[in-house]
């Protein structure tokens, strides 16, 4: 946008002539829904400028958003302490022996995850 400085601080200012966009993305922490029902909240903010020295204050309307709750998702894998195959250092070929790997994902979280 045309903005600048920070806006996050207020510092932000927007120069004659120009147009700016401001958006803010939202994360919520996983305290914002922490059971298996997701939570609705009602976020509305204040848009406030200084013209000619003179302080507005504008109410920005609040909407509702729904948050969900988090999966968290714990991984616990397994390998073959060795693995054989073809050494590239050597003109003669070794047999390949196949290695296996195996895991474990765990959802401990009360969020679906997909």
Do not use: C
């Not at 147009?19 to 914002?32: F, K, N, V």
């Not at 998702?73 to 790997?101: C, M, N, R, W």
């Amino acid at each position: 946008g045309g903005f600048s400085g920070d806006l996050s601080l207020g510092t932000g200012y927007l120069g004659g002539q120009r147009t700016g966009e401001a958006l803010w993305l939202m994360i919520p922490t996983r305290l914002a829904a922490p059971t298996a029902a997701s939570v609705r909240y009602d976020v509305g903010a204040d848009l406030q400028y200084t013209l000619q020295g003179i302080v507005t204050t504008i109410p920005i309307f609040p909407d509702t958003i729904t948050v969900q709750p988090d999966p968290e998702l714990h991984l616990s894998y397994f390998l073959d302490k060795y693995v054989f195959g073809d050494d590239p250092f050597t003109d003669e070929s070794e047999d390949i022996q196949p290695a296996f790997l195996g895991a474990l994902l765990q959802n401990v979280g009360r969020g679906t995850a997909q």
